[in-house]
């Protein structure tokens, strides 16, 4: 069985950068790992996701050029380099992870973890 927790998140001012940690166990192997994020008010949407077995990365238009997804296969890590970050980009984000690939899809995630806060002060 697949899990996932984040780590990472906190309170930061705009401009500024924090990387979020997803620790992943269990047989992963074969997964797309992703990052969902859900702003107040508004429904979970897809940030940026990575196939594990492959450098095959895929992003939100919004984040593109200030995020980065990227693996630790040592750690058995995925992680979210955040810069440049802006006020909007306040939400609780989630990794998620998918037993296959499939490009430009971002459905099918079935294991989900309980979310960190990130807080972006104007």
């Known amino acids: 069985q697949v899990q996932v927790k984040e780590s990472g998140g906190g309170l930061v001012q705009a401009g500024g950068s924090l990387r979020l940690s997803c620790e992943v166990s269990?047989?992963?192997?074969?997964?797309?790992l992703g990052w969902f994020r859900q702003r107040p008010g508004e429904m979970r949407e897809f940030v940026a996701s990575d196939y594990w077995v492959a450098n095959l990365t895929e992003y939100a238009d919004f984040v593109k050029g200030r995020f980065t997804i990227s693996k630790d296969a040592a750690k058995n890590m995925v992680l979210l380099q955040m810069n440049n970050l802006e006020p909007d980009d306040t939400a609780l984000y989630y990794c998620a992870g998918r037993p296959y690939y499939q490009r430009y899809s971002h459905d099918g995630f079935n294991t989900w973890g309980q979310g960190t806060q990130v807080t972006v002060s104007s």
């Open positions: 269990g047989n992963f192997r074969s997964y797309t």
